[in-house]
T-cell receptor, first 112, second 111 residues
């Protein structure tokens, strides 16, 4: 089955700097890659996603890139703000089943 | 618009007691439904998912079970809780293989 790895597990950046979180997946048939943000004590919220026919997608300060050959994808946050502090999860979904496999998460701290 | 509800929001139960958590979705038909558990400071563990009424797939063998008695209702149960069942239980729905939306969660403490 699908396995998703995520690095780093914790990340601390200064406000205004960029943050990058990287994920790898094992199932070459996966074609959907969402990213979720979870603030302390709250539910995960979908912040951006990318599908296998697209190499990059951007939404304001957030961007995702996908390299299907290498089976890895990344989340880039520019001009970080304290409210970006949260746990971020990457995930991958294959074609033959209706489920999403999540990475272990990255705890991002943005220092004012 | 679609809305997902979970209850209760918090629950404290003794070891060996039964459990029933409920999840309902409004504003959509025939959603895919999912149960996840999140231990403190950990990731999301998929427990069960359902693509239709009466169709349940189990991801992790344990003392939990799930049922889908109605199209938009998903129930997580246990006959006897263990200490290790403590965690944050999240229900989620999707319209297919793509975007999943989570409910507010139930925080379960087994004492």
């Amino acid at each position: 089955g699908e396995n998703v790895e995520q690095h780093p597990s914790t990340l601390s950046v200064q406000e205004g700097d960029s943050a990058v979180i990287k994920c790898t997946y094992s199932d070459s048939a996966s074609n959907y890659f969402p990213w979720y943000k979870q603030e302390l004590g709250k539910r995960p919220q979908l912040i951006i996603d990318i599908r296998s026919n697209v190499g990059e997608k951007k939404d304001q300060r957030i961007a995702v890139t996908l390299n299907k050959t290498a089976k890895h994808f990344s989340l880039h946050i520019t001009e970080t703000q304290p409210e970006d502090s949260a746990v971020y999860f990457c995930a991958a979904s294959g074609t033959s089943y209706d489920k999403v496999i999540f990475g272990p998460g990255t705890s991002l701290s943005v220092i004012p | 618009s679609q809305t997902i509800h979970q209850w209760p929001a918090t629950l404290v139960q003794p070891v060996g007691s039964p459990l029933s958590l409920e999840c309902t979705v409004e504003g959509t038909s025939n959603p895919n439904l999912y149960w996840y558990r999140q231990a403190a400071g950990r990731g999301l563990q998929l427990l069960f998912y359902s693509v239709g009424i009466g169709q349940i797939s189990s991801e992790v063998p344990q003392n939990l079970s799930a049922s889908r008695p109605q199209d938009r209702q998903f129930i997580l149960s246990s006959k006897k809780l263990l200490l290790s069942d403590s965690g944050f239980y999240l229900c989620a729905w999707s319209a297919g293989r793509y975007e999943q939306y989570f409910g507010p969660g139930t925080r379960l403490t087994v004492t």
